[in-house]
């Protein structure tokens, strides 16, 4: 069965620091392109993150830039979200998803979320 389960989520103090994170089963995350999205309450889903297919470039979105950081562990099938300096508007449930081509919003595997609170 293929799938991805993402964990690391939790409730932290604006400042404070979380790692996410999303390890897959069934596949080989090395070949896919993977993104990290988020998806505050009340709000839509939002492209955080990701890591290019191939050379495993990373790119950010502004709101998240020298913030937050992917990196992947291959013997463990698993990607990273590292962040750092949270503030309460990072707020939200955080997806990861595969896709054997690039990073959008209609990505072939997606986790179900886990949750990030930011609140003093």
């Known amino acids: 069965q293929l799938q991805l389960v993402e964990s690391g989520g939790g409730s932290v103090q604006p400042g404070g620091s979380l790692r996410l994170s999303c390890t897959a089963s069934?596949?080989?995350?090395?070949?896919?392109?993977i993104g990290w999205f988020r998806q505050a309450p009340g709000k839509e889903r939002k492209w955080v993150s990701c890591?290019?297919?191939?050379?495993?470039?990373?790119y950010y979105a502004d709101s998240v830039l020298g913030r937050f950081t992917v990196s992947r562990d291959n013997a463990r099938n698993t990607v990273y979200l590292q962040m750092n300096d949270l503030r309460t508007e990072d707020t939200g449930v955080y997806y990861c998803?595969?896709?054997?081509?690039?990073?959008?919003?209609?990505?072939?595997?997606w986790g179900k979320g886990t949750l990030v609170t930011v609140s003093s």
């Open positions: 998803a595969a896709d054997e081509v690039l990073c959008d919003d209609n990505m072939d595997f």
């Open positions: 890591m290019r297919r191939g050379d495993g470039y990373r």
């Open positions: 069934g596949f080989t995350l090395d070949n896919y392109a």
